[in-house]
């Protein structure tokens, strides 16, 4: 199936170029990797024609919290991926003895579930203390 039609007012039809100097491209540019812009074209049509950018700022006291929060939701995913594995073997094991060792095995690491969330919470706390009105 094709790409539908543009309307005959919404097709670009005219090219417009323009030079510019080194210092106003890298401006520029470093202004299109903070919009929701795909091109610096795409923005600068934007300008000329009055429309609405986008401008996404990035709070830089977020970025320790926020690779911490990372970090712990990547060890909780290999945690999970760990406790899946225990228990299928837990389940196709055939004498007691190979499911005591497997119950034992994931019983740890529901210990080490237990740590990370008490971590996640007390990053969520001080964000809350930061960020949220009292």
């Known amino acids: 199936m094709s790409r539908p039609?543009?309307?005959e007012q919404e097709q670009f039809r005219?090219?417009?170029r323009v030079r510019v100097?080194?210092?106003?491209?890298?401006?520029?540019?470093?202004?299109?990797?903070?919009t929701d812009c795909r091109?610096?074209?795409?923005m600068a049509r934007k300008i000329l024609s009055g429309?609405?950018?986008?401008?996404?700022?990035?709070?830089?006291?977020?970025?320790?919290?926020?690779?911490?929060?990372?970090?712990?939701?990547?060890?909780?995913k290999a945690i999970g991926i760990n406790i899946n594995q225990q228990t299928h073997h837990f389940h196709i094991s055939e004498n007691s003895n190979e499911r005591a060792f497997y119950f034992s095995k994931t019983a740890t690491l529901y210990?080490?579930?237990?740590?990370?969330?008490?971590?996640l919470?007390?990053?969520?706390?001080?964000?809350a203390e930061k960020w949220l009105p009292k």
Do not use: W
Request: aromatic share 4%; hydrophobic share 40%.
């Open 21 to 34: 100097n080194d210092a106003v491209y890298e401006r520029l540019t470093k202004l299109q990797k903070q």
């Open 121 to 127: 919470l007390i990053i969520v706390a001080k964000l």
């Open 5 to 7: 039609k543009k309307a």
């Open 14 to 16: 005219h090219l417009i």
């Open 111 to 119: 210990k080490g579930v237990d740590n990370k969330v008490d971590q």
């Open 51 to 76: 429309e609405r950018i986008n401008v996404f700022h990035r709070e830089a006291s977020l970025n320790g919290p926020m690779e911490e929060l990372a970090l712990i939701r990547k060890e909780l």
């Open 39 to 42: 091109s610096i074209c795409e």
